[in-house]
């Protein structure tokens, strides 16, 4: 048997922005799809309003829509929030 040394540890393949970010999108996708769910059921009293501005339609896009911008600005200003806060991390492994 030999010893493949051309492929990298997978600790350098998977690094934690990448899993961090492939998260991220995952949950704007479950959100997306639950939002289309609510559009095709759609309750009554569901008029979804975009950052208390942009009236959008009760429909399954429209639902759709309002869960992937609010769910995706609201982890986003997270993460980015921790990505700026880690530069200042003195026990950072690099």
């Known amino acids: ?3 493949n040394t051309d492929r990298q540890p997978l600790s350098e ?6 899993v ?7 949950v704007l996708g479950v959100a997306g799809t639950m939002g289309a769910l609510l559009g095709y059921v759609n309750p009554e009293g569901m008029d979804p309003t975009l950052f208390f501005v ?5 429909s399954p ?3 759709a829509t309002f869960g992937v ?3 995706g600005a609201g982890l ?3 993460l980015l929030a921790v990505r700026y806060v880690s530069r200042y991390d003195e026990s950072r492994i690099e």
């Open 1 to 3: 048997m030999t010893v």
């Open 13 to 18: 393949r998977v690094a934690g922005s990448r």
């Open 20 to 26: 961090v970010l492939a998260v991220y999108f995952a």
């Open 54 to 58: 942009i009236d959008l339609p009760a």
């Open 61 to 63: 896009l429209g639902m």
């Open 69 to 71: 911008v609010t769910v």
């Open 76 to 78: 986003g200003v997270l």
